[in-house]
């Protein structure tokens, strides 16, 4: 299988329609949660509440993931990707109204909000249709390189926007930029039709998101490789989730998390650009085991200096999804694929959030430092267990191959495919995700 380039990916139309709509998607987000979360603090004064506003974007994918997810099968992507824009312009412009209480804010994000896996599992279906072959793996990279710096540019913009023009004008910004993104779907790309609308059969939409579910859990595959992606971010995101309390809650936490950010951007790069296809599934492995080496490192006590250094190298591991990508597209059903990749994201996200709160609470009794040392170790054990679906499945050689086996004919597909050049990638999921590390799916 011929390795993908940037040049294949972006030379597909509609992959650049998606990437720069996603991009308007997270740096719309990550102004609307930061605006959000100074809004509700001027109003209230409470920690608490503020924090609670921030994090929001991410509480309402549990439920989401657990009942819609089949709308992104049921339903047109197109016109559910254009309705997610429009659904989140409205919320920012209602949120921008002035004497709207603290708590019908609150409601309407998490209302909202459960929506969000729906939206972005067409979003992240849509990628393997785009982009064939090893290009959806590549595509994934970009997505996720694109995520970081939407984020960091978001919240950039959003300190701007908070500065001129106050959290009003911040959610009115954001609602323009959603309002763009719509309008960049809408006439961008193809109005393709439902995967797995006639094949419904008049089954509730909750009633087959569940069954669903169910069946994907069932199959082993699928569940090893869920597990493969869920289980080592979730401790990262609860080493990180230490960083500030750490260091006593100064600055110096904003450059460590600042370094994790560019060592997962580097990761990404390298892993995605320089790899071959064959090699960036081997690595999986060890750089699963990456994620939570470094982390054994705060063992020492470092200063912020070290901390950034330990912080941007197991960020970097988290290109280890990347070896994974291919092999869970050829794993699901093509007419499950959008609430697939759904499950997929939501996992992510719940992940994050649990593994936040519980490394948390452990720190609340053996300290930040000690607690992100276990979170480290936790996430090495997750990485060896997880070593079966971590590593690509080695072919028979007495059956090299074999027609009757449907993985085998779905792979040399895929790869087939990828030969002839362009496709893209997934979310937080990621997300990533989507977007792995990003709540705005």
């Given at each position: 299988m011929r390795?993908a380039?940037?040049g294949?990916?972006f ?8 990437f720069?709509?996603?991009v308007?998607l ?6 609307k949660?930061l605006a959000l979360?100074?809004?509700?603090y001027a109003?209230?004064?409470s920690p608490?509440?503020?924090?609670a506003?921030y994090?929001a ?7 989401g993931?657990?009942?819609l997810?089949?709308?992104?099968d049921?339903l047109?992507p197109r016109?559910l990707m254009?309705?997610?824009?429009l659904v ?5 412009l209602?949120l921008a ?12 994000v998490l209302v909202s909000g459960?929506f ?7 979003r ?6 785009v982009l064939?072959?090893?290009?959806f793996?590549?595509?994934r990279?970009?997505?996720g390189?694109?995520s970081?710096?939407?984020q960091?540019g978001?919240l950039?913009?959003g300190g701007a926007?908070?500065?001129f023009?106050?959290?009003p004008?911040?959610?009115?910004a954001t609602?323009?930029?959603s309002?763009a ?12 039709p439902?995967?797995a609308g ?8 909750v009633r ?11 199959d082993?595959r699928v569940r090893?490789?869920l ?5 080592p971010t979730?401790?990262?995101a609860g080493a990180?989730?230490?960083i ?6 100064e ?7 600042a370094?994790a950010a560019a060592?997962?951007?580097?990761g990404e ?7 071959a296809?064959p090699?960036?599934e ?7 085991v990456?994620l939570?080496v470094p982390?054994?490192g705060?063992a020492?006590?470092p200063g ?12 970097a ?12 597209v050829?794993a ?11 499950l997929q994201?939501a ?16 720190g609340?009794t053996?300290?930040p430092g000690?607690a992100?040392v276990?979170a480290?170790?936790a ?5 060896l267990?997880l ?5 690509p499945?080695?072919?028979s050689?007495?059956?090299p191959?074999?027609p ?5 004919v ?11 050049g362009?496709v893209?990638?997934s979310?937080a999921?990621v997300?990533?995700?989507e977007?792995p590390?990003?709540?705005a799916g």
């Amino acid at each position: 299988m011929r390795a993908a380039r940037y040049g294949d990916v972006f030379a597909v139309k509609e992959f650049r329609v998606l990437f720069g709509s996603f991009v308007l998607l997270v740096t719309g987000d990550s102004i609307k949660m930061l605006a959000l979360s100074v809004l509700v603090y001027a109003r209230t004064g409470s920690p608490g509440l503020s924090a609670a506003a921030y994090m929001a974007g991410w509480l309402p994918y549990i439920v989401g993931g657990m009942f819609l997810l089949s709308l992104a099968d049921r339903l047109r992507p197109r016109a559910l990707m254009v309705t997610g824009e429009l659904v989140r312009a409205a919320v920012c412009l209602l949120l921008a109204c002035p004497g709207l209480p603290v708590w019908a804010m609150l409601a309407l994000v998490l209302v909202s909000g459960l929506f969000s896996p729906v939206f972005g599992a067409a979003r992240s279906a849509a990628l393997p249709d785009v982009l064939p072959g090893d290009a959806f793996v590549l595509g994934r990279s970009v997505l996720g390189l694109a995520s970081a710096a939407s984020q960091v540019g978001g919240l950039a913009a959003g300190g701007a926007f908070l500065a001129f023009a106050g959290a009003p004008g911040a959610l009115a910004a954001t609602a323009a930029l959603s309002a763009a993104g719509a309008a960049v779907l809408r006439f961008g790309l193809p109005d393709r039709p439902a995967r797995a609308g006639a094949r419904s059969g008049g089954t509730g939409a909750v009633r087959q998101t569940l069954r669903v579910n169910r069946s994907l859990l069932a199959d082993r595959r699928v569940r090893d490789l869920l597990l493969a992606g869920w289980l080592p971010t979730m401790c990262l995101a609860g080493a990180e989730a230490m960083i500030v309390p750490y260091l006593g809650g100064e600055g110096q936490a904003g450059v460590v998390l600042a370094a994790a950010a560019a060592g997962m951007a580097v990761g990404e790069f390298t892993v995605g650009r320089f790899a071959a296809p064959p090699l960036r599934e081997r690595l999986s492995a060890p750089l699963a085991v990456l994620l939570g080496v470094p982390w054994l490192g705060f063992a020492f006590g470092p200063g912020p200096g070290w901390a950034a250094v330990l912080a941007a190298c197991a960020a970097a591991g988290l290109s280890y999804q990347l070896g994974l990508q291919r092999r869970f597209v050829d794993a699901v059903p093509e007419e499950g694929r959008g609430q697939a990749f759904g499950l997929q994201s939501a996992g992510l996200m719940t992940g994050q959030a649990a593994g936040a709160a519980l490394v948390g609470a452990l720190g609340e009794t053996i300290g930040p430092g000690a607690a992100i040392v276990a979170a480290g170790a936790a996430g090495v054990v997750v990485a060896l267990a997880l070593l079966g679906p971590l590593r690509p499945p080695r072919p028979s050689p007495a059956f090299p191959a074999s027609p009757a086996s449907p993985a085998s004919v779905a792979s040399s597909a895929a790869g087939a495919a990828g030969s002839m050049g362009p496709v893209a990638a997934s979310g937080a999921g990621v997300t990533s995700p989507e977007a792995p590390r990003s709540p705005a799916g």
